[in-house]
């Protein structure tokens, strides 16, 4: 398989679409799983880890659909996140698309154990 620098990851969350979107596009709904602590100022998300901060714009979103960041100190166009809801018109379960860039495919390994890592946190916070 060739290498993409794009990766969309799937998740089945268990909860409801509005309760998961607040957690997904709020300073203090990040701050329960993404961050330590996120701050906002002039549409601009600072994210707070162990002694490392990082700063995105909110590019756009659309209530209860989707989110997207663009990181503030990268200058190549694509390198942004995006978190999605999706439902499944069959069984109304919910999953989170996850939209994220990798160097390569190490990157990508770490990168994926990293969410795989950040979603269980987020459904900690959701309570599952």
Do not use: C, H
Not at 107 to 128: C, H, S
Request: aromatic letters at 14%; hydrophobic letters at 35%.
């Amino acid at each position: 398989m060739e290498f993409s620098r794009q990766y969309t990851l799937e998740f089945p969350i268990k909860s409801s679409i509005k309760v998961l979107y607040k957690r997904l596009s709020t300073p203090s709904g990040l701050s329960e799983w993404f961050a330590n602590d996120v701050n906002i100022k002039n549409g601009v998300y600072t994210f707070y880890w162990d002694g490392s901060e990082q700063s995105a714009k909110l590019v756009t979103k659309k209530e209860n659909k989707f989110v997207k960041y663009k990181w503030v100190d990268s200058d190549e166009p694509d390198d942004y996140f995006e978190f999605k809801i999706v439902v499944d018109d069959m069984t109304s379960d919910v999953s989170l698309l996850v939209t994220d860039f990798a160097d390569d495919e190490e990157d990508f390994e770490e990168a994926k154990l990293l969410w795989e890592t950040q979603v269980d946190n987020l459904r900690g916070a959701l309570g599952l």
